[in-house]
């Protein structure tokens, strides 16, 4: 049984670093929901347990965040984030500059996950429109949005976590990460300039 235990956490735990199990169509809250359930059916956690370990505080600020991204995507703020960003470009890698800190600068405040999603179509119309490869533009949003988002506590879930469990103010995260985010954005345009010769 103890057996049967530990394959159950090692099975959910490379579903949820993969995205998915081989053969299955589940994705990371579906695997999750099945982990925890089966550890419940197996006894290693009673449900006074279970409800104990799911934090409250962080699935409510994961789900306003959800919220106020959904209404700023329907109501066209990134997209007039993104035509602002533009009035500063001059040229291809003026462009992949200020791609790299207006998401990275997005995603310190609203989830990673959603600037990502919502700024890549964007960046491929405008990339096709300019007649720029898309590429070096798109490894800079999927970039930005990680190393931006730890900056602050909103950035994403493992952050919200951190907070939650730590105590750690908004702010004083904030204080301490931030030039860490900031110094880490401007080595990925370096790289990115480097390698792509934009």
């Not at 057996?3 to 099975?11: E, K, M, N, P, S």
């Amino acid at each position: 049984m103890s057996v049967l235990r530990f394959i159950v956490i090692g099975l959910t735990y490379i579903g949820l670093g993969l995205g998915y199990l081989p053969g299955l169509r589940m994705n990371r809250a579906s695997i999750a929901i099945v982990g925890s359930s089966l550890l419940m059916a197996l006894g290693v956690l009673d449900l006074k347990e279970a409800w104990s370990a799911i934090d409250y505080k962080t699935l409510i600020f994961l789900f306003s965040m959800m919220v106020i991204s959904a209404n700023l995507a329907g109501s066209g703020f990134f997209q007039l984030a993104i035509d602002t960003v533009m009035r500063f470009t001059r040229s291809p890698f003026s462009l992949l500059i200020v791609l790299t800190l207006g998401s990275g600068i997005l995603s310190a405040f609203f989830l990673n996950d959603t600037v990502a999603l919502i700024l890549t179509p964007l960046i491929l119309g405008l990339t096709q429109a300019l007649n720029l490869n898309p590429i070096p533009y798109l490894l800079a949003l999927a970039g930005a949005t990680n190393l931006g988002s730890v900056a602050t506590l909103s950035g994403n879930p493992q952050n919200i976590l951190i907070g939650s469990f730590s105590g750690i103010s908004y702010l004083d995260f904030a204080k301490a990460l931030t030039p860490i985010a900031l110094v880490s954005l401007l080595i990925q345009i370096g790289l990115l300039w480097q390698g792509e010769r934009i």
